[in-house]
């Protein structure tokens, strides 16, 4: 059995920027067993997977430890092996998923793709959330994840918190954000309940935190960036339950895997 395997960095202008994402083209499903090895051997924070049907594609999306219902980076790296090195020619492409029906399009500033968007709500932090943060938030919420805000970039970026203390909270992880000393909003993203403990450029949580910052800017196009080690930039656009966000890739590696 092979299958082929591109390995492509989202939201990212050229190699070694924004989120490395594998991307499996297949022409049928194998059992999921299969796929969770695959993406446990690949160990980068997402696989994704997808088949044709008809006039679609069925995408999904696997970390090391678990398939999980949405993915932003590792859409956008599909979309782009499907346009560069698959036989789409149209300019929009249509992915069936758990989180329902997602498109991608490509034009002139790169692909955009259009998520559901998810407003958080206030929550009460639990202890181990503040005790793992290790300073004082502005204010906590919940969508997904537990978002919380802080005051100033400078905290988002040199933040060190405990994540042994977060794999006990409920939720997918935690997005730290604040607003952006040259751009609308900056956050960080860690998923230590994924064995991720930080996520480089995350277009997932863009759907919690784009709403949350268009409500506090009242503004609906924000441009915000990722403070990890790799960074990365994405133009958000909030029209009403959807965010449409775009970015780019950057081919890293084209190869085979051998069962």
């Given at each position: 059995m092979h299958i082929s395997l591109y390995q492509v960095d989202a939201f990212a202008s050229q190699p070694f920027e924004g989120n490395p994402a594998a991307v499996c083209p297949l022409p049928h499903w194998p059992d999921d067993s299969l796929l969770q090895r695959i993406a446990e051997e690949n160990n980068l924070s997402e696989t994704a997977f997808f088949v044709p049907m008809d006039d679609h594609y069925q995408l999904r999306w696997f970390?090391?430890?678990?398939?999980?219902d949405l993915c932003g980076?590792?859409?956008?790296?599909?979309?782009?092996?499907?346009?560069?090195?698959?036989?789409?020619?149209?300019d929009d492409i249509v992915f069936e998923?758990?989180?329902?029906?997602?498109?991608?399009?490509?034009?002139?500033?790169?692909?955009?793709?259009d998520f559901p968007a998810s407003m958080p709500r206030v929550v009460s932090p639990p202890a181990a959330l503040l005790d793992g943060l290790g300073c004082t938030p502005c204010e906590v919420l919940q969508a997904f994840d537990y978002i919380v805000v802080l005051a100033s970039e400078q905290q988002v970026k040199t933040l060190t918190p405990?994540?042994?203390?977060?794999?006990?909270?409920?939720?997918?992880?935690?997005?730290?954000?604040?607003?952006?000393?040259?751009?609308?909003?900056?956050?960080?993203?860690?998923?230590?309940?994924?064995?991720?403990?930080?996520?480089?450029?995350?277009?997932?949580?863009?759907?919690e935190t784009a709403p949350l910052w268009a409500?506090?800017?009242?503004?609906?196009?924000l441009i915000a960036t990722q403070l990890s080690s790799r960074c990365g930039k994405l133009k958000c656009e909030v029209k009403g339950d959807r965010v449409e966000l775009t970015g780019?890739?950057?081919?890293?590696?084209?190869?085979?895997?051998?069962?």
């Open positions: 970390t090391p430890a678990e398939e999980v980076h590792a859409t956008l790296a599909a979309a782009h092996v499907l346009f560069k090195h698959g036989s789409h020619t149209e998923t758990r989180s329902g029906r997602l498109t991608v399009r490509r034009n002139e500033e790169g692909l955009v793709m405990d994540l042994s203390l977060w794999l006990k909270l409920d939720g997918r992880g935690v997005v730290v954000t604040a607003p952006g000393d040259k751009v609308d909003f900056v956050s960080r993203c860690f998923f230590p309940k994924l064995r991720i403990n930080e996520d480089p450029v995350t277009g997932s949580a863009h759907c409500s506090k800017l009242d503004k609906t196009t780019r890739c950057a081919d890293y590696l084209q190869g085979t895997i051998t069962l």
